[in-house]
Nanobody
Framework: QVQLVESGGGLVQAGDTLTLSCTYFGRTFSRANMAWFRQAPGKEREFVARIAWSDGDIDYTDSVKGRFTISRDNAKNTGNLEMNRLEPEDTAVYYC????????????????WGQGAKVTVSS
């Protein structure tokens, strides 16, 4: 059974850096596509970033390009999202997700999800 465990959320000030981690249990991580999504209060879940297992292709939503970096460490079964120059608009619950099919921006493409990590950015 696949399990994704997130860590690293918290309360920070605008301009700060925060790194989220997602550790995978139960299946070969090196062949997993990984993604991060977020859901702000009162809003729908939205795509943030993804990294494909096959060619390492990386993709970001426009609002985080140049500020966020997605990465993975297959040896540690871990994926990370480094978030720099955080803004109050980045406040949300962040979810990591994984699938063993096609890398996608669409949430429904992902079978497995972490429990969520709350990130609050104060101005």
């Amino acid at each position: 059974q696949v399990q994704l465990v997130e860590s690293g959320g918290g309360l920070v000030q605008a301009g700060d850096t925060l790194t989220l981690s997602c550790t995978y249990f139960g299946r070969t991580f090196s062949r997993a596509n990984m993604a991060w999504f977020r859901q702000a209060p009162g809003k729908e879940r939205e795509f943030v970033a993804r990294i494909a297992w096959s060619d390492g292709d990386i993709d970001y939503t426009d609002s985080v390009k140049g500020r966020f970096t997605i990465s993975r460490d297959n040896a540690k079964n871990t994926g990370n999202l480094e978030m720099n120059r955080l803004e109050p608009e980045d406040t949300a619950v962040y979810y990591c997700a994984a699938n063993w099919g096609l890398s996608s921006r669409r949430a429904f493409s992902y079978e497995f999800w972490g429990q969520g990590a709350k990130v609050t950015v104060s101005s």
